[in-house]
């Protein structure tokens, strides 16, 4: 499968503890995304990036956020001191820069926070 | 800010019926407009996507039309079916112009039954 892949598909956390979550883009992308989706609601975007460069983050991203993409191919979203309000499928996607010129991102399949 | 305003919230349609899904966005500098479908526990899948150079793009038994005076776009699927039931989001970016466009602003999604 050559599609976007999440690690782990569910996670489930105590109130305070840190969480890590994996991302493998499709091999030819440069451009990673993280995405918060809540029960009921479009995705909302975290924060961005191209090869290593992170280039955005929202202001929904908290310090208690941190995203990497060290070598430009995986990234991880780290979560520190994991609160109830961040429960939540966390989605990344990946889409190739310049490309066919158009923004087209493509999802992988999630993966599923409960804090309790 | 809600940058993207979708509806309805929800829609049932008979089998072989037309299914209308409708979405205004704010922001003049949008110029890519997508249409994610999501079944449950999966992530969001590209179906089809518009710029406003054209007023209508259609792909199979999928329609976008776009009213770039009104700043509205819709979704039209014909012949419904029962595969079609999911949850249909409208997306809007900047287009793979810059460093910076990265980001989908999404609408808040409306959720399809389709009845055989």
């Known amino acids: 499968d050559t599609g976007v892949s999440q690690d782990p598909r569910h996670k489930i956390t105590k109130r305070g503890q840190n969480v890590t979550f994996r991302c493998d883009p499709i091999?030819?992308?440069?451009?990673l995304y993280w995405y918060r989706q809540t029960l009921g609601q479009g995705p909302e975007f975290l924060t961005y990036?191209?090869?290593?460069?992170?280039?955005?983050k929202s202001r929904l991203l908290s310090d208690r956020f941190s995203a990497e993409r060290p070598k430009g191919s995986f990234s991880t979203l780290e979560i520190q001191r994991t609160e109830q309000g961040d429960s939540a499928m966390y989605l990344c996607a990946s889409s190739l820069f310049p490309g066919t010129g158009h923004n087209e991102q493509f999802f992988g399949p999630g993966t599923r926070l409960t804090v309790l | 800010q809600q940058q993207v305003k979708q509806s309805p919230q929800s829609l049932i349609v008979q089998k072989g019926g037309i299914s209308i899904i409708n979405c205004a966005y704010e922001?003049?500098?949008?110029?890519?407009f997508p249409w994610y479908q999501q079944f449950p526990g999966k992530g969001p899948a590209l179906l089809i996507a518009i710029r406003p150079d054209v007023s209508e793009k259609k792909e199979g038994r999928f329609t976008i039309s776009f009213n770039k005076s009104a700043k509205q776009f819709s979704l039209h699927i014909m012949d419904s079916q029962p595969g079609d039931s999911a949850t249909y989001f409208c997306a809007a970016s900047r287009d793979a112009g810059g460093t910076s466009y990265g980001k989908l602003t999404f609408g808040q999604g409306t959720i399809l039954t389709v009845h055989p």
């Open positions: 922001n003049t500098a949008f110029d890519y």
């Open positions: 091999s030819e992308h440069n451009r």
């Open positions: 990036f191209q090869n290593e460069a992170q280039l955005e």
